[in-house]
């Protein structure tokens, strides 16, 4: 019986890398990389191959090796993460300093001394030069933004409180008009205080609430028959009023018949206690003017203005528009020495005249506690003019509700 022979193959013995005895048999991509090259590969590539490369099926199971996914995806998660967290605020702070160098800080000497220019010598010049003050500010120059220092110091100005007594007649609105566009051109701060009596009209509100200004609407609620009672007691309505809320400025009362000019409202700023100034007057029979106020020696009260009649009656010749004075003494007796903390009035029970001097003696002692403005009392910068009209009748609200008794008809 004839038999057949098997030889043996020569490839029994060898072992493959695929752990088969097959020497034909497939190797995957990555064992054919990893088999490639073996010795070229450095650490790097080595770890990104293994990473990317690897078999996606257990040769046990040939199934997918989903434990392996999720650590995959954990860390490619965690190294996103702190590319993320990096610090990039390198190159805003480059840009940043790119920036100021490409700004032109200039500054502009006031004073100092430089040396004449030394070509040979250039780094000494720079040395050399002394400053005494510089300003900051930013200024448009050939397109580039300059800066300038600035060290100036304005002192704040001081408040002003002016006191308008007014009461119904013909010429009211032209007064407070007149005067309301005064007090618009005087610098703030500016308070102005108008009173008037028994109520508060609609027509003087609507006059106040138009004029742009900082004002305080009051109501004296004290009957009286005269005018000059009337006048005082709305004085004293405002001082109350002032007094009571401890407001800090010059008081100033400003009736509204009289004419101002804005030097007078600039000079009250400069009153320390109690300031004084000439007034010139129209007297009451409309054919000569008279001047009342002090006589001055710079700003030392040493004279009177007056005329005969009451030269030896009043201690103070002033007229009502022709003084100021600081509101603390009427809320702080202690920080100006008063002899008497009593309330600081106008009295109604003197005679027409003197309320002037019966008030300011409430005040000062002597001339020698008030200041004459401007200097030398030279400058009229104000007049109080009589141009009352008793007789003539306004319409109500300042509006005509019919056409006059004669209309001449246009041509």
């Not at 999720?70 to 300093?97: S, Y």
């Not at 027509?203 to 004002?215: P, V």
């Not at 000569?288 to 203005?305: D, F, I, M, Q, Y």
Request: glycine share 4%.
């Amino acid at each position: 019986m004839a038999s057949i022979r098997r030889t043996l193959s020569p490839f029994n013995d060898r072992s493959y890398q695929n752990g088969s005895n097959n020497p034909f048999a497939a190797q995957s991509p990555s064992q054919k990389l990893l088999s490639h090259g073996r010795t070229t590969f450095s650490p790097i590539h080595r770890f990104i191959t293994g990473i990317f490369l690897q078999k996606h099926y257990s040769r046990k199971s040939n199934q997918f090796s989903w434990k392996k996914s999720l650590l995959r995806c954990f860390l490619f998660f965690f190294l996103g993460f702190l590319l993320g967290m990096a610090p990039f605020n390198n190159d805003i702070n480059e840009l940043k300093r790119e920036d100021l160098r490409n700004r032109d800080f200039s500054f502009e000497r006031k004073s100092g001394v430089i040396p004449k220019d030394n070509t040979n010598n250039n780094n000494n010049n720079n040395n050399n030069i002394v400053v005494d003050s510089v300003e900051l500010g930013v200024v448009e120059s050939s397109g580039r933004n300059e800066i300038k220092l600035n060290l100036d110091f304005v002192p704040p100005l001081k408040q002003l409180i002016l006191v308008t007594p007014t009461y119904n007649r013909a010429m009211q609105a032209y007064y407070l008009n007149r005067l309301g566009q005064v007090l618009r051109l005087v610098r703030p701060p500016l308070l102005w205080i108008v009173v008037e009596t028994n109520t508060a009209t609609m027509e003087t509100a609507d006059i106040l609430r138009n004029m742009g200004i900082m004002y305080r609407h009051l109501v004296c609620k004290k009957n009286s028959t005269s005018a000059k009672d009337r006048g005082v007691h709305q004085r004293n309505t405002a001082i109350e009023h002032i007094e009571r809320h401890k407001l800090d400025g010059i008081v100033y009362f400003a009736d509204d018949d009289n004419i101002y000019s804005l030097e007078l409202f600039e000079s009250l700023r400069e009153i320390s206690r109690f300031g004084t100034w000439p007034v010139a007057m129209l007297a009451q029979s409309k054919n000569k003017a008279t001047l009342e106020g002090p006589v001055c020696n710079g700003s030392r009260v040493v004279g009177w203005h007056t005329n005969e009649k009451s030269k030896r009656l009043r201690r103070f010749h002033v007229d009502m528009s022709g003084f100021a004075f600081n509101s603390t003494i009427l809320w702080d007796p202690k920080r100006w020495h008063r002899p008497t903390s009593e309330p600081i009035r106008q009295l109604d029970t003197v005679k027409e005249g003197f309320q002037e001097t019966t008030f300011i003696e409430q005040i000062v002692e002597d001339e020698s506690q008030m200041e004459g403005i401007p200097q030398s009392c030279y400058r009229i910068m104000n007049w109080h003019l009589h141009l009352e009209a008793s007789e003539l009748i306004y319409p109500t609200g300042w509006l005509l509700q019919k056409n006059l008794d004669v209309v001449i008809p246009a041509k």
